[in-house]
């Protein structure tokens, strides 16, 4: 799993999905491995898919970043009730919630693309509140 989040870093996402796929199939970690593939889901346009992940990765114990990356599948839906929703629920009570560097552009440009909608506004204040981290820095 640590070998497939390196890859996701790498944007080489076809061998991530590999790592992943083997890693489901030992049954071992399933909360970050349905995480993983939520992300990978998520960064290759499978929406569908990433919110089955995501979601598996919450029934079996993984922590609230399943709803960060649940607000950007949910934005990049155009389903922004959800999107804000997803949102409040990783940055409420959380006061380790932060957005990942390389994430951050990709929030300016949903934000950028869908001005004048009240929950893109609210999701943009909240998201420029929170600290911005590296993967070195997790």
Known sequence: NNMAVIYIRQKKFEEA???IKKAIKKRRFPHLVYYNKGVIEEKIGNYEE???S???AKKYGMDNRVH???SRVYA???DFPRALKHLKKYTDKNDDAFIFSEDVEEWQNLF???RNIVEVEEMGAIINALPIKTWKEI
């Open 17 to 19: 999905m590999d790592i």
């Open 50 to 52: 990433a919110i089955k």
């Open 54 to 56: 995501l979601k598996k």
């Open 68 to 70: 960060n990356v649940l």
């Open 76 to 78: 990049k839906m155009g």
């Open 112 to 114: 950028a693309e869908n």
